[in-house]
T-cell receptor, first 112, second 114 residues
Framework: EAGVVQSPRYKIIEKKQPVAFWCNPISGHNTLYWYRQNLGQGPELLIR????????DSQLPKDRFSAERLKGVDSTLKIQPAELGDSAVYLCASSFFAGELFFGEGSRLTVL | GDSVTQMEGPVTLSEEAFLTINCTYT??????LFWYVQYPGEGLQLLLK?????DKGSNKGFEATYRKETTSFHLEKGSVQVSDSAVYFC?????????????FGSGTRLLVRP
């Protein structure tokens, strides 16, 4: 069975440009998470979905970040416009209800 | 708020050495505790977990015991291998939440030399 799939793996953009990351969770997993991992730090939750509903987005910088999970399956995380401080690895994870989280390989963003 | 503190790395060991990576936590409730591992070029994987005080989680020769009295969940392995080289993250989840909202430590890089 396929794991959590993320794309792109790497993205380099100039500041003020937009960027989008895509995540396809494990089939049947109703909970989807986006985490951000800064260099040398642990992941921090940005947003959590239960099916198509965002149930925890308190850490999402809503002025420039947006996310959607249409039809309760795959999800997109967007940053517009990107700032230098957004350089990080963006991790997607999914789980079945309150079960174990399965992480994708991440999307590494570099903002120049 | 809840938080996790790990020992800073990198930790460099020779093969077959004993490993300890310290982890302490702060939580208002009764959290579940986890160790995740990130091998080079791969995503985070659950290594082991413990859901209540005095529970011992174990997997692949690694162990950690949930110590409520010292608010600790130290990771140990009796004999490390080169293939154990990775970054290890301690994490907690508030059991009152309906699903696992994980709070991670900053990670400890382990390098095992032949």
């Amino acid at each position: 069975e396929a794991g959590v799939v993320q794309s792109p793996r790497y993205k380099i953009i100039e500041k003020k440009q937009p960027v989008a990351f895509w995540c396809n969770p494990i089939s049947g997993h109703n909970t989807l998470y986006w985490y951000r991992q800064n260099l040398g730090q642990g992941p921090e939750l940005l947003i959590r979905y239960e099916n198509e509903e965002a149930v925890d987005d308190s850490q999402l910088p809503k002025d420039r970040f947006s996310a959607e999970r249409l039809k309760g399956v795959d999800s997109t995380l967007k940053i517009q416009p990107a700032e230098l401080g957004d350089s990080a690895v963006y991790l997607c994870a999914s789980s079945f209800f309150a079960g174990e989280l399965f992480f994708g390989e991440g999307s590494r963003l570099t903002v120049l | 708020g809840d938080s996790v503190t790990q020992m800073e790395g990198p930790v460099t060991l020779s093969e077959e050495a004993f490993l300890t990576i310290n982890c302490t936590y702060t939580a208002t409730g009764y959290p579940s505790l986890f160790w995740y591992v990130q091998y080079p070029g791969e995503g985070l994987q659950l290594l082991l977990k413990a859901t209540k005080a005095d529970d011992k989680g174990s997997n692949k020769g690694f162990e950690a015991t949930y110590r409520k009295e010292t608010t600790s969940f130290h990771l140990e392995k009796g004999s490390v291998q080169v293939s154990d080289s990775a970054v290890y993250f301690c994490a907690l989840s508030d059991r009152e939440d309906s699903s696992y909202k994980l709070i991670f430590g900053s990670g400890t890089r382990l390098l095992v030399r032949p």
